[in-house]
């Protein structure tokens, strides 16, 4: 089956209402650790008191300095020892538990991440790219997760800080207190015209990253075709394409994220000067001492820094916003099962389901009532009516994109009609959750999928539960098994990504195991052995006949070979059943079916008999 991915492009103009909801609920993936906020809240507390402690005891060290108080000097040294200590134990508390709280609260969001992409429908995970996806759970989730975990910390350690640092400042000067606040409130002002801007372009950012990441991943995953066509000039002049494209809104980003971000300093060096003259003014004046300008300059610093970051902070929030929507963009896809007929058998209630009313895929008829389905606006199949008989293999044929796989997939599951039903004996199927009706179904499809890891898990995962012996007895029905035991780690052989490094032979045996270990009331196979050479078709159909036999099987095929005995056989054309009957019947019927196998003995004529029973 054929399968199209695109890249969703993200909306890049998001009105304020949805913004700010995205923001409300970015806030609620915080609740959680409500807790831990409270305590890097109490580190952030006894954080600014240090500050202004420091500060205080600056200006008693110049103060007594300048006095020539040996021991106001030494009375203030010890004041800074004791704030210098305590501020560094807050400061290691604080990242330790920010680091803590952020594995936490990441792999957590992650999770529930997966959780979903697991769940979720295939129409709709059909339109992402793999990377995309990728992208979404390595880099959205924890950007939106940290975005938020640390702008809340900071947003209340800042505000602490100024508010600590301003009433110490009250205490020693008000005309020089309240010119500092005008400064330190103009920093957010000028950041201003950037903050909107920076969202937009973030998101669009992300969204070209995401396509990039997709290039590369296909262009890694199809290394073969890439080297047997020749194709490296031409991805690489493509990805320079892709790169150009990448500047044009990274290079703006940076422009504006370097002007915004350094505007605020401008206005900060402007405060120290004004700090400077305006409080020599009143040292000479007799207002305030030498020390305590010195504490102002401390002060302001310390002050226009969180009044910056605060700044700052806004301007990051719209890429935490601008995460946050794609990461809830996927948390809010529909999980499969949830129909509006059956709603929420994807979760809890699917293992109540289970235990009650567990069925027994193939035990009863298939039956198809006028099923009408498409991937998306074309339709695929068109009111399709059929019937699969309990313990029968039923073989499906046809032109290639005629709607055969399609078939397999609905009865998996993997999608629900669009129109008409689809039955398990009198049960509708979209009644039935999901997993309890994979749970006695195989799929063997014609490119199997393996997962990185051992030879042995890759049996195991048809059943994870089934016992060693059974594996090894799957294999052995599956005719891998001497294969398996030639292995330097003979089960234990770990086989790379996907399997690759094996014959494409071996890897359909390994899945055909998989599907005998899953001991199968229903068996779906869609051609299995089209993409195999005769001598491993061979030994793969003595693997099928021997896991077919007692099962309700379903076989898409293109031989004829794998056909010819079925007790049933659907011939299709353009999504539609136009034929149907045993091999004998349809071949006497003269009619398309006929016509297909015809030319399939022309073929193996032609081909000198190496193609046996080929259409
Ligand atoms: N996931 C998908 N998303 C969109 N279109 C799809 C998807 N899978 C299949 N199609 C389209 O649906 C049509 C039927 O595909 P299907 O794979 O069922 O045909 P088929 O008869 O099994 O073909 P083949 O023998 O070549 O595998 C084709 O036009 C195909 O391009």
Not at 175 to 186: E, N, V
């Amino acid at each position: 089956m054929n399968r199209i991915t695109n890249t969703v492009a993200t909306p890049l103009d998001e009105p304020p209402a949805a913004a700010q909801r995205t923001f409300i609920r970015l806030l609620q993936l915080g609740k959680p650790y409500t807790g831990w906020y409270i305590i890097l809240c109490v580190l952030a507390a006894v954080s600014s008191l240090t500050t202004v402690g420091l500060a205080e005891s600056l200006r008693r060290i110049i103060n007594a300095a300048t006095n020539h108080n040996t021991s106001g000097l030494t009375a203030g040294m010890t004041f800074a020892a004791v704030i210098v200590i305590t501020d560094a134990g807050v400061h290691f508390l604080n990242t330790y538990l920010s680091g803590l709280l952020e594995i936490k609260s990441t792999s957590k969001l992650q999770m529930s991440m997966l959780t979903r992409m697991l769940n979720v429908r295939m129409k709709d995970l059909d339109r992402y790219h793999s990377a995309d996806l990728i992208s979404r759970m390595n880099d959205s989730a924890p950007a939106a997760q940290q975005g938020i975990n640390r702008k809340t910390i900071e947003l209340i350690s800042n505000l602490l800080q100024i508010i600590c640092l301003l009433t110490y400042l009250l205490s020693l000067q008000f005309a020089l207190t309240l010119g500092t606040i005008i400064i330190c409130a103009l920093v957010p002002l000028v950041m201003l015209p950037f903050t909107s801007r920076l969202r937009t372009m973030n998101e669009q950012r992300q969204s070209i990253e995401s396509a990039q990441q997709a290039f590369i991943q296909d262009s890694m995953q199809g290394a073969e075709v890439v080297r047997a066509f020749s194709l490296a000039p031409r991805l690489l002049r493509q990805f320079t394409g892709r790169a150009r494209q990448f500047n044009t809104v990274h290079v703006p980003v940076s422009r504006v994220e370097a002007v915004g971000y350094n505007m605020p300093l401008a206005v900060i060096l402007g405060g120290l000067l004004y700090v400077l003259s305006y409080g020599g003014y009143l040292v000479i004046g007799g207002r305030i001492d030498v020390g305590a300008v010195a504490a102002f300059l401390i002060c302001f610093e310390q002050i226009s820094n969180p009044v910056s970051r605060l700044a700052n902070l806004w301007t990051e929030l719209q890429a935490s916003l601008a995460q946050g929507k794609r990461l809830f963009e996927i948390m809010d896809l529909t999980e499969e099962g949830n129909s509006p007929a059956n709603p929420g058998t994807a979760g809890h209630l699917a293992e109540a389901w289970d235990t009650v009313n567990r069925p027994v895929a193939g035990q009863q008829p298939i039956i198809f009532n006028n099923v009408s389905f498409g991937y998306g606006q074309t339709k695929v199949l068109t009111e399709t009516q059929l019937r699969i008989e309990p313990g029968k293999v039923t073989a499906f044929a046809g032109a290639s994109g005629s709607g055969k796989s399609t078939i397999l997939q609905l009865m998996l599951a993997a999608y629900v009609p669009d129109e008409g039903s689809i039955y398990h004996g009198s049960t509708p199927l979209h009644t039935i959750p999901p997993r309890s009706w994979r749970s006695r179904i195989a799929y063997v499809s014609q490119e199997p999928y393996l997962f990185s890891g051992t030879l042995y898990e890759n049996i195991a995962w048809g059943r994870p539960e089934a016992s060693r012996e059974e594996v090894i007895a799957a294999a052995q029905n599956a005719g891998i098994h001497e294969f398996i035991m030639r292995m330097p780690q003979e089960y234990s052989t770990l086989i790379g990504e996907r399997g690759l490094t094996l014959s494409g032979g071996e890897r359909q045996r390994l899945s055909i195991a998989r599907a005998f270990v899953r001991e199968p009331g229903l068996l779906l196979l869609d051609e299995p052995t089209a993409a195999l050479d005769s001598h491993n078709e061979e030994i793969v159909q003595q693997a099928l006949k021997a896991l077919m036999s007692n099962r309700t099987t379903v076989v898409v095929a293109h031989r004829l070979s794998t056909i010819k005995y079925a007790d049933h056989i659907y011939f299709m054309e353009a999504g539609a059943i136009v034929e149907q009957g045993t091999h004998m019947e349809l071949m006497a019927l003269q009619g398309k079916y006929h016509a297909m196998a015809q030319a399939g003995v022309q073929t193996e004529a032609a081909a000198g008999g190496g193609l046996q029973n080929e259409y």
